[in-house]
């Protein structure tokens, strides 16, 4: 019963989380396909999306430290590194389904481009929520849970392996 239970505040964790994702990373994504579309009218598209991929990957895990995933606090830089890595990703999926779109279509208007980069922005999207959600921050949504911390002092002889999480649960 109580398996159950913990197994459905996961699950109702996960959903608010994913509306949080999809509140903050979606707007900052909205953002960026604007952003990306008037850069592109300057530099090549492949550079505007870049750019704005760099800025708008600091933004969004800022905001999903903050808000998305229970950090509480600013992202650390191995948070930021991580993201990084999960929008290199989404950029490489963003610029394929552009480079497919280019080669199919001759001239494509400003709005199939936007369709077809918010398309590929979206399915990313629930990729990296993934990751951020199960790895980039899955640290800190456990402590927030109150789960054990890993014990940093030696066992006691006197306790056997099964019994030392109790002793370093946390604080």
């Known amino acids: ?22 509140l903050c990373g979606g707007g900052v994504g909205l953002a960026s396909s604007f952003a990306v579309a008037a850069l592109a009218s300057l530099i090549p598209w492949a550079l505007a999306n870049a750019l704005v991929t760099v800025i708008s ?16 606090g600013r ?13 290199a990703a989404a950029y490489a999926v963003t610029c394929a389904a552009m480079l497919v779109l280019h080669g199919l279509v001759a001239e494509p ?28 921050f899955a640290r800190n949504r456990s402590l ?3 789960a054990v911390r890993p014990c940093m002092r030696p066992w006691p002889a006197t306790h056997s392996r099964t019994e030392s999480p109790a002793l370093c649960r946390a604080a």
């Open 57 to 72: 990957t600091l933004l969004a895990t800022e905001l999903h430290a903050r808000f998305t995933f229970g950090a509480g």
């Open 75 to 87: 992202a650390t830089w191995r948070q930021h590194a991580q993201s990084a890595g999960s929008a």
């Open 109 to 136: 208007g400003a709005v199939l481009e936007q369709v077809v980069y918010l398309s590929a922005s979206a399915a990313a999207g629930v990729a990296r929520f993934a990751v951020l959600r199960l790895v980039v």
């Open 1 to 22: 019963m109580e398996a159950e239970r913990e197994q459905q505040q996961a699950s109702s964790g996960a959903y608010s989380a994913f509306a949080r994702f999809v």
């Open 144 to 146: 927030a849970a109150g």
